[in-house]
């Protein structure tokens, strides 16, 4: 049997060898018909386009993506071709919930004052949304969730319809996937009649999918300054991003939210799991990567300029989304490269914070999902 992996996954080293006649590492953006016509399964980051073009006439009988995104699937096409695909759901959501949480520590440092009692709007209440939700009070925040599939679904009074999240935060992170037709289409989502409902000038977050945004309404909306202040993780038309748009975003970042070492080691687990079940290997306990890189993992809580500065500082002790914004700022033409190489980072979970002698200050850090050493 033969699988095509993409040669960006990590921590696969000799181990699809186990179980397969033939391995074959490719670019993900470099899959041809030809790669995997006689290939029993496929695995795949959001680089591969999985359609007809790519499958017609293939052997294919299984697609893995150690992502959470799934369009870069076409998967009207792998039904009617009988064709499973899986991918890794929650896998990097906590990755996405440091960024988020860094970018909101870094917008409150820069000027745009506390975070105790701003209202953050979350569209999009999936894994990674209603992780937001819940590490969010412990920053000070206020929520408001629109999520339509999930209010339907649950008939639950928790999500608020866009306009009246859109007329009442302070600050909007979008979290839905991208979908292009149908009643829950977020194609474009963020548009010029979203932007027009916001009550105030808004923060604005986009780490979902580029195509969620369309860059002309928001580059206006930064323009007349609906948008007061923007962090940009992805972006249409990836990697060949708009320059003009990259310039007016007050944050930008080459689509590595959910880059933590947990998040790609997530991923490549579940989808490797998948695989194994689906062509029946047996194995005696679920495959997890071995020897993952290590950092030191110690933060000292600094209180001196107020509980919330040093809980900000111990959020980006363990990621500064500034050092992304430079990178992409210094060569936005290494897009795809800054995202391959990206260094280890680890979650905030991984780090364990030391010098907290406050009972309310260690239950804070740890609904952040911190370590705490707390001497009480
Ligand atoms: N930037 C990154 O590195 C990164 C990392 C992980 C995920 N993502 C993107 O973020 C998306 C969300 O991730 P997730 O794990 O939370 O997915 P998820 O599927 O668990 O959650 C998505 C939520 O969005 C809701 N939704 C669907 N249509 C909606 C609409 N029109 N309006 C409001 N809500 C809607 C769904 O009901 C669901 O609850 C992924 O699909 C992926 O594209 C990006
Ligand atoms: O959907 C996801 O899981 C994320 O967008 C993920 O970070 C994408 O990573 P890629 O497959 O492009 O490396």
């Known amino acids: 049997m033969k699988i095509v992996v993409d040669d960006k996954i990590?921590?696969?080293?000799?181990?699809?060898?186990?179980?397969?006649?033939?391995?074959?590492?490719s670019t993900g953006s470099h899959f041809t018909r030809e790669l995997v016509k006689d290939a029993d399964a496929l695995l795949v980051r959001t680089r591969t386009k999985c359609d007809a073009k790519l499958l017609d006439g293939s052997n294919v009988r299984m697609i893995a993506t150690a992502?959470?995104?799934?369009?870069?699937?076409?998967?009207?096409?792998?039904?009617?071709?009988g064709i499973s695909w899986v991918n890794a759901p929650g896998c990097n959501a906590y990755g996405v919930v440091q960024y988020v949480l860094s970018a909101l520590a870094h917008i409150s440092n820069v000027g745009n004052g506390s975070l105790e009692g701003k209202t953050l709007g979350i569209v999009g209440v999936g894994e990674v949304g209603r992780r937001i939700a819940a590490v969010a009070s412990h920053l000070g925040?206020?929520?408001?969730?629109?999520?339509?599939p999930r209010a339907r679904a649950e008939n639950s009074t928790d999500f608020v319809d866009l306009?009246?999240?859109?007329?009442?935060?302070?600050?909007?992170?979008?979290?839905?996937?991208?979908?292009?037709?149908?009643?829950?289409?977020?194609?474009?989502?963020?548009?010029?009649?979203?932007?027009?409902?916001?009550?105030k000038p808004m923060v604005f977050i986009n780490?979902?999918?580029?195509?969620?945004?369309?860059?002309?309404?928001?580059?206006?909306?930064?323009?007349?300054?609906?948008?007061?202040?923007?962090v940009l993780d992805v972006w249409e038309n990836e990697p060949c991003i708009d320059a003009d748009l990259l310039r007016m975003v007050s944050v930008a970042t080459p689509h590595i939210a959910g880059y933590s070492l947990e998040g790609k080691s997530n991923g490549t687990a579940?989808?490797?799991?998948?695989?194994?079940?689906?062509?029946?290997?047996?194995?005696?306990?679920?495959?997890?990567?071995?020897?993952?890189?290590m950092l030191e993992n110690r933060i000292v809580?600094?209180?001196?300029?107020?509980?919330?500065?040093?809980?900000?500082?111990?959020?980006?002790?363990?990621?500064?989304?500034?050092?992304?914004?430079?990178?992409?700022r210094k060569s936005p033409d290494l897009f795809e490269h800054l995202r391959g190489n990206y260094r280890v980072r680890r979650e905030l979970s991984y780090y364990e914070i030391s010098n907290v002698n406050d009972e309310q200050v260690a239950a804070r850090l740890k609904g952040l999902t911190f370590k705490v050493n707390y001497n009480g």
């Not at 990590?10 to 590492?25: K, R, T």
């Not at 799934?70 to 792998?78: A, F, R, S, T, V």
């Not at 579940?270 to 990567?289: H, Q, S």
Request: glycine letters at 8%.
């Open 67 to 81: 992502t959470i995104g799934h369009d870069h699937i076409d998967k009207g096409y792998c039904k009617k071709n």
């Open 270 to 293: 579940m989808a490797v799991n998948e695989i194994l079940r689906f062509f029946g290997f047996e194995t005696d306990t679920k495959w997890l990567p071995q020897q993952l890189p």
């Open 207 to 230: 780490a979902s999918r580029g195509e969620v945004v369309d860059g002309g309404a928001l580059k206006l909306a930064i323009a007349n300054q609906r948008v007061s202040y923007s």
């Open 163 to 199: 306009g009246t999240l859109l007329q009442q935060s302070d600050i909007v992170t979008l979290h839905v996937p991208l979908i292009r037709e149908g009643v829950d289409r977020t194609f474009h989502l963020a548009d010029k009649h979203f932007f027009a409902k916001f009550g």
């Open 301 to 328: 809580f600094n209180g001196e300029n107020g509980i919330e500065q040093g809980i900000k500082d111990c959020i980006l002790s363990s990621y500064n989304i500034v050092t992304d914004d430079a990178a992409l």
């Open 141 to 148: 925040l206020k929520v408001l969730l629109n999520d339509p």
């Open 10 to 25: 990590p921590y696969l080293e000799g181990v699809l060898e186990q179980y397969f006649d033939e391995v074959v590492y």
